[in-house]
């Protein structure tokens, strides 16, 4: 089984290279951009580990 892992920063382009390397090294990886978004993938994705953004607009990492 591989782990899978949920990225989340409001920087999209650190958002699809992150995702994008993970991939590659064999992690099953999504992304997103917003911290309730992040709630949202926590429940349907069920991460092993969440790599999450601590400033962003809206709901900060804190928050989330």
Avoid: Q
């Avoid at 899978?4 to 992690?27: C, E, K, P, Q």
């Avoid at 994705?45 to 969440?50: L, T």
Wanted: charged share 25%; aromatic share 8%; hydrophobic share 50%.
């Amino acid at each position: 089984m591989r782990a899978r892992i949920l990225v989340v920063d409001d920087n999209v382009d650190m958002v699809d290279s992150m995702t994008a390397l993970l991939r590659v090294g064999g992690f099953e990886s999504k992304g997103c951009l917003f911290g309730t978004e992040a709630l949202h993938y926590v429940r349907a994705f069920d991460p092993d580990i969440v790599l999450l953004d601590i400033r962003m607009p809206g709901r900060s990492g804190w928050a989330v």
